[in-house]
């Protein structure tokens, strides 16, 4: 196809509104695919072939904000895969040949309607794939496209290097944010990024390397070498790694010490630095089974798609057909415009809408299937992993580091009383939110690694979420209001963030489990409980270190009512008291403490500090173990409905008043002994293609 002068696509419309809820909350080889690697080939790399639907999918139903298109009654169903064709011989980019006798020029508006293998750097001033093209960069050598303008795939993209010291990447050098006007379903050419539309098929697929290991023991400013937990799959000299901070939260930028170096030599679990460790960054016993050592994550892969530090471009995906994401790069995207505020003077930015890291967007049950493998996400200027209404997608083994908003979050409604649209049966498994970032950090209400949003279905386990920054109600992992989804929520761990390890802020519907949760080292408390009434249980979980300490209560119970059952709190000298009310808004059911170990506080176990104003305190703990005074009672405390309490090994419970008096009184459930959790945390990422550990399922 001869390549023509102009831009590369017409404006097909587009949503300039750039509002977020978080600032209202805040501010108040060869050829294509198919036909030339062969469909054998493509089910050995990916486990099935792709998916092709005759036509690139409508909006989902329920999505939470408009974006110009009114939703049609249910998501496309992709269609049958064709029956292979014959293999049509690719022609390779640098043959001016098949250019008509000139090769694109670095402003060439590039059209591909045939096959096309690029075998050398190119530049370009846009490029489409069409529908009947693809562009396969050469799977036996180290190629780059940059691209001035939208590359918009309706055929292929592959980016397959056929052995890891190859590099494949796809740049865009000279992304202008101020130009973007951000929006929905349709390419804005002003939104310079990689656009994968109608029935494209997108195909990144780096040599695998294992995402993250920890320490296998304490590193100290100065070491050189780290000896892993594990030895690593695919890490080679030449990766950057970045180290996670470890220290406890009276450390002066506990959130912030991270380390980052470039592997000089590696020899199985062993790694030698470029240089020498700036930070200490200690093994933390946080009892329960529970020790650890700092995650050290690989941020390198050989494939990348990348904008510049100065001009970040995005990944926007509304096609039919299944992509195939593994084991692949994305730096400098998610792009930033100016806002209308100041914050000491300086003009704050804040996000625009819609282009983000990797965003399926709206694309309902068409997604179905779809594995995100191996993927970094990094210096993103706003959220990393992006499944808007898009359903059954899986996140397995990803790392968001250095991004800026929520890292994994999907589109939520521009006020606080909408509800979400859902995205359903989306997983996150294994994956770490590292170093997560808000424009200016004291307007970071609620930033967080997870958002656990709305939808039935959602998994979340053995996930790290680790240097999230951000003000009150910051954390690790979310739970929005208006945004109930139901999620099988275990093994997952949050440290060293600013704030919280888990904070909660809903008026429950569901039935929610929270367990085998560790939370260590967080600036705030290890989970902070809201907001009026809930139906919630912490189970068998640890809150080792965090310094406000290990759980704020603010709500009351609905229905079953909330439940804490066999946690190991344990302050470290960090806080005050292990557990603290806060202002119950609404009188609901009894909050029930059970069979666990409060340990480790300077003042109290549960201190009782609702003011006035707000339902009186209903709450029983039974059966826990104190390792000091019980209770404590603010002075302010208007009088309890009723406290109860019955220590471990007492079989007399007593209704405890104001004024710390004491009578005897019933109490359900019967005495039962303390319940020491006993947690295995992983101490690497998943292997690849597995679901649960050592199952394996078919990848897409």
């Not at 390198?300 to 970040?312: A, D, L, P, Q």
């Not at 200027?381 to 994994?408: K, L, M, N």
């Not at 009310?581 to 300077?602: A, D, F, I």
């Amino acid at each position: 196809m001869r390549h023509a002068k102009g831009p590369g696509s017409a404006p097909e419309g587009n949503d300039s509104a750039k509002a977020g809820r978080r600032k209202v909350l805040g501010w108040i080889a060869a050829g294509t695919v198919v036909a030339a690697i062969g469909v054998e080939e493509l089910v050995r790399r990916t486990g099935d072939a792709p998916d092709v639907a005759s036509a690139p999918p409508p909006p989902t139903p329920g999505a939470s904000h408009s974006h110009g298109e009114p939703p049609p009654s249910a998501s496309p169903e992709p269609s049958p895969s064709p029956s292979p064709e014959p293999a049509k011989p690719a022609r390779p980019w640098s043959d001016p040949a098949g250019w008509g006798g000139t090769l694109p020029s670095p402003a060439a508006a590039v059209r591909i309607a045939d096959h096309v293998v690029l075998d050398a750097d190119a530049a370009v001033g846009s490029l489409v794939v069409e529908a009947t093209g693809s562009l396969t960069f050469a799977a036996d050598r180290s190629v780059v496209l940059s691209s001035a303008g939208n590359v918009e795939v309706k055929g292929s993209l592959t980016l397959a290097p056929a052995d890891t010291a190859l590099l494949h990447t796809l740049r865009f050098p000279a992304v202008d944010e101020r130009r973007f006007q951000g929006g929905g379903m349709t390419l804005v050419p002003s939104d310079t990024g990689l656009w994968v539309t109608g029935a494209g098929y997108l195909r990144l697929d780096g040599a695998a390397r294992t995402a993250w290991v920890r320490a296998a023991a304490a590193l100290k400013p100065g070491d050189t070498t780290i000896a892993l937990a594990a030895a690593p799959t695919g890490w080679r000299p030449g990766d950057e790694l970045a180290i996670t901070p470890t220290g406890a939260p009276d450390t002066d930028g506990f959130s912030e010490r991270y380390d980052l170096r470039t592997i000089a030599a590696i020899s199985g679990s062993t790694v030698t630095l470029d240089g020498p460790l700036k930070y200490p960054h200690p093994r933390v016993t946080t009892g329960g089974g529970v020790t650890v050592g700092a995650e050290v994550l690989n941020l390198t892969r050989n494939v990348r798609i990348e904008g510049t530090e100065k001009g970040r471009a995005h990944v926007h995906l509304t096609s039919s057909r299944k992509s195939d994401v593994r084991h692949a790069a994305l730096r400098w995207l998610g792009p930033r415009a100016p806002g209308k505020d100041q914050w000491n003077g300086k003009a704050v930015t804040e996000p625009v809408l819609g282009r983000y890291g990797l965003h399926f967007h709206m694309l309902g049950d068409t997604t179905r299937g779809t594995v995100v493998e191996g993927v970094v996400v990094r210096d993103t200027g706003s959220h990393a992993f992006v499944p808007h209404a898009s359903h059954g997608i899986t996140f397995r083994s990803c790392i968001s580091h250095q991004t800026w908003e929520d890292a994994y979050w999907w589109d939520g409604p521009l006020d606080t009383r909408t509800p979400q649209g859902p995205s359903d049966d989306i997983t996150y498994d294994s994956c770490v939110a590292s170093r997560t970032l808000f424009d200016p950090n004291p307007r970071g209400y609620r930033l967080t690694g997870f958002s656990l949003g709305a939808g039935t279905g959602g998994v979340a386990r053995d996930c790290v979420a680790v240097g999230v920054q951000g003000a009150n109600g910051a954390s690790g992992y979310h739970w929005p209001e208006t945004s109930e989804g139901v999620w099988t929520f275990e093994r997952c761990l949050a440290h060293n963030n600013l704030e919280n390890g888990i904070f909660v802020w809903l008026n429950a519907q569901h039935h929610h489990v929270v367990g085998q949760f560790v939370a260590y080292h967080n600036g705030g408390w290890g989970i902070e409980h809201g907001a009026y009434l809930n139906d919630f249980d912490y189970t068998g979980s640890v809150l080792y270190g965090n310094a406000a300490g290990g759980v704020a209560l603010h709500a009351l119970g609905r229905e079953k009512g909330t439940v804490l059952d066999g946690l190991l709190i344990d302050g470290a000298g960090q806080s005050d008291f292990a557990i603290s009310t806060k202002h119950h808004q609404l009188p609901g059911e009894t909050v029930l403490v059970t069979r666990s170990r409060l340990t480790g506080y300077r003042k109290a176990g549960v201190a009782f500090a609702a003011v006035d104003g707000g339902a009186p305190e209903d709450i029983a703990i039974l059966d826990c173990e104190f390792g000091g005074p019980e209770l404590w009672f603010d002075p302010a405390l208007p009088e309890p409905k009723r406290i109860v309490l019955r220590k471990a090994g007492q079989p007399q419970a007593v209704e405890v008043r104001r004024d710390n008096t004491r009578t005897p009184t019933t109490a359900t459930p019967a005495p039962r002994p303390v319940t020491t959790p006993h947690i295995t945390l992983h101490d690497s990422s998943a292997a690849y293609g597995a679901g649960a550990r050592g199952t394996a399922t078919p990848t897409s």
